[in-house]
């Protein structure tokens, strides 16, 4: 099982960006997938999840109105649309994913991509 966030850049604030987690592997059918972000010298916090069977989210206080999650389920991809960015959104970005109950504790999340790089620029 592989995850692969892709996506991340540079962007002034107030600009836009969307990042991607391919699923390779498996169906997720049933999984709760989540987006995770770690600010530099701070500790990795959530920012969304999505279940992939109801479609149901939940988003970090500081990302509300701002961020979408969302997911194509023919390319097997999960997607965060991050409109309004600001430059406290600057972090490395993980998407991870866990079957079950959908809950924000990191911890609990056994898969995991590899992280994509978001700077916003003030």
């Known amino acids: 099982v592989q995850l692969q966030a892709s996506g991340g850049g540079l962007v002034q604030a107030g600009g836009s960006l969307r990042l991607s987690c391919a699923v390779y592997?498996?169906?997720?059918?049933?999984?709760?997938m989540g987006w995770f972000r770690q600010a530099p010298g701070k500790e990795r916090e959530f920012v969304a999840y999505?279940?992939?069977?109801?479609?149901?989210?939940r988003y970090a206080d500081s990302v509300k109105g701002r961020f979408t999650i969302s997911r194509d389920n023919a390319k097997n991809t999960v997607y965060l649309q991050m409109n309004s960015l600001e430059p406290e959104d600057t972090a490395v970005y993980y998407c991870?994913?866990?079957?079950?109950?959908?809950?924000?504790?990191?911890?609990?999340?056994?898969?995991w991509g590899q992280g994509t790089l978001v700077t916003v620029s003030s």
């Open positions: 991870a994913a866990r079957p079950g109950m959908a809950v924000m504790n990191q911890n609990l999340y056994p898969y």
């Open positions: 999505r279940r992939w069977s109801d479609g149901s989210t």
């Open positions: 592997g498996r169906s997720f059918s049933g999984y709760v």
